[in-house]
Nanobody, 116 residues
Framework: QVQLVESGGGLVQAGGSLRLSCAAS????????MGWYRQAPGKQRELVTA???????NYAESVKGRFTISKSNIKNTVYLQMNSLQPDDTAVYYC??????????WGQGTQVTVST
């Protein structure tokens, strides 16, 4: 079973940047899509962004122009570059993958806190 391990979360002031990483325990060539979700306290988990094996991306409207997803097939890692962070971006960020088999996997989550 694949494992996804997130890193890079932390505390940052509004307007700052963070880069999250999601390292997979197997080749990401077997993943149809990989993405980032987030869940703020008292709210439902929401899709932030995703990238397909072919490199196509999509973003939630709230992060367009500020967040960028990318991947390294060599390192089996997906990244989330977050710029111009705002307090509303505070949440636990989860890495998610969908395999060509239809199975999916979640990481354990990493906390991002944006202070005013």
């Amino acid at each position: 079973q694949v494992q996804l391990v997130e890193s890079g979360g932390g505390l940052v002031q509004a307007g700052g940047s963070l880069r999250l990483s999601c390292a997979a325990s197997k080749s990401i060539f077997s993943f149809r899509t990989m993405g980032w979700y987030r869940q703020a306290p008292g709210k439902q988990r929401e899709l932030v962004t995703a990238i397909t094996s072919g490199g196509s991306t999509n973003y939630a409207e709230s992060v367009k122009g500020r967040f960028t997803i990318s991947k390294s097939n060599i390192k089996n890692t997906v990244y989330l570059q977050m710029n111009s962070l705002q307090p509303d971006d505070t949440a636990v960020y989860y890495c998610h993958s969908v395999f060509y088999s239809g199975d999916n996997a979640w990481g354990q989550g990493t906390q991002v806190t944006v202070s005013t």
